[in-house]
């Protein structure tokens, strides 16, 4: 069975750092490309991050590029998101993915296992 678990969230303030964690079962971790994305309140779910199968490439939405560091560690089956400079319009509920194969990408459907979500709240 597989299961992405996300974990990490909590509620900040402005300007204040977070680091989320992704772990992966059920799959090779290692050869698969893992993302980031995020949905808030009354919006769609939107791509944050993305890192390749063995963190050579990565790719980042525009509204998180130099805030927001996705990085892997394929000895723990696990994926981060540092996040700095929070600001309250990164408030919303972060989900992490697995991809359908290794190399980057922002789209959902190339995702195939998802979590359940964790929360990220940044007040002003």
């Known amino acids: 069975q597989v299961r992405v678990v996300e974990s990490g969230g909590g509620l900040v303030q402005a300007g204040a750092s977070l680091r989320l964690s992704c772990v992966l079962s059920?799959?090779?971790?290692?050869?698969?490309?893992m993302g980031w994305f995020r949905q808030a309140p009354g919006k769609e779910r939107e791509f944050v991050a993305t890192?390749?199968?063995?963190?050579?490439?990565?790719n980042y939405a525009n509204s998180v590029k130099g805030r927001f560091t996705i990085s892997r560690d394929n000895t723990k089956n696990t994926a981060y998101l540092q996040m700095k400079s929070l600001k309250p319009e990164d408030t919303a509920v972060y989900y992490c993915?697995?991809?359908?194969?290794?190399?980057?990408?922002?789209?959902?459907?190339?995702?195939?296992?998802w979590g359940q979500g964790t929360q990220v709240t940044v007040s002003s």
């Open positions: 059920g799959r090779t971790f290692s050869n698969t490309a």
């Open positions: 890192i390749s199968w063995n963190g050579a490439y990565t």
């Open positions: 993915a697995a991809g359908v194969l290794g190399s980057i990408a922002t789209m959902q459907r190339d995702y195939s296992d």
